[in-house]
């Protein structure tokens, strides 16, 4: 009795493997199973083979469909179907990595714009290097916002173009066109008001007389100041300057009626002399 168990055991183990040789290149999918000496419908035999196969192919990388089960034995199918892995990768009995899911997207520095490449995320435009080629690829990058105004150096003033920034004037339009464009320039810049220097407060008046020791007797000079005398002035020229000294007192000489000095001389005074007075008067001086 125990030897005819152990038979029935051996007879019910399913067998089943993916298809090796040509005919997996034909079919990677594919799947070939026994249940060796099976007598009748062997529901558990067909389940248990197809679903290690299915196993097998998942762990190998490949991308198949879940096993079919027969009409007959779907009833009977209590056995799940693997799941698959949750994980992005999964690495085989050799260390080798499968394939990740391929992204949506072109990501920055990756190729776009031709037949086959994918589209560039989001944020990202792709830049062609030459617009003038149908197909030839460019490079996603950063996408950059649209300017608002133009810069000096840009062209202004038509349907399409933008209008010139702050401190900028559109100048150059064709005058008694309406839709010329110009190009956008700097405004003139505005002069700044001068003001006028106000006076120092400390600033000393001009002085209306020369001081003892300054020049006097000439044009442009001052006359001597209280109690001075223009002196040592040179004989017979008539615009030649002398010198503001100290006047001495003395006792008055010659004019209309000639008087003399007791003492020393009769200094006649110079401007009488000068304004063209003949009976000048003058002081009399120690010799």
């Known amino acids: 009795m125990r030897s005819t168990t152990i038979l029935a055991t051996l007879l019910s183990l ?10 997996a290149h034909q079919d990677e999918c594919a799947c070939d199973y026994m249940c060796p000496m099976q007598v009748g419908l062997d529901c558990k035999c067909e389940i248990e083979a197809k679903n290690n196969c299915y196993t097998a192919q998942r762990a190998a990388g490949l991308s ?20 698959i892995p949750s994980s992005t990768s999964t690495a085989t009995s050799t260390g080798n990595a499968t394939a990740t899911s391929a992204p949506a997207f072109a990501a920055a520095g990756e190729k776009c714009g031709s037949r086959g490449m994918k589209a560039c995320g989001p944020d990202l435009t792709c830049v062609n ?8 690829p460019g490079v996603c990058e950063a996408a950059t916002p649209a300017p608002m105004f133009a810069v000096a150096g840009e062209r202004c003033g038509s349907k399409g173009l933008l209008n010139c920034g702050p401190d900028l004037s559109c100048e150059g339009q064709k005058k008694g066109c309406a839709d010329c464009p110009g190009v956008c320039s700097a405004l003139p810049s505005k002069p700044t008001p001068t003001s006028l220097p106000t006076p ?41 300057p002398g010198v503001c000294e100290a006047k001495v007192e003395g006792k008055v000489c010659g004019g209309f009626a000639g008087l003399g000095c007791v003492e020393g001389e009769c200094v006649i005074d110079e401007q009488c002399v000068k304004d063209g007075w003949s009976d000048c008067q003058g002081r009399c001086h120690p010799a």
Request: glycine share 8%.
């Open 14 to 23: 399913a067998i089943a493997s993916p298809i090796t040789g040509n005919a």
């Open 64 to 83: 198949c469909p879940a096993p079919i089960i027969s009409e007959m034995c779907q009833p009977m199918s209590i056995q799940p179907v693997p799941s």
């Open 129 to 136: 290097k030459k617009p003038k080629c149908a197909d030839c």
């Open 200 to 240: 120092s407060p400390t600033s000393a008046p001009a002085p209306l007389f020369a001081a003892a020791g300054e020049r006097c007797g000439s044009k442009g000079l001052l006359n001597c100041g209280a109690g001075l005398v223009c002196a040592n002035q040179k004989e017979g020229c008539a615009d030649c």
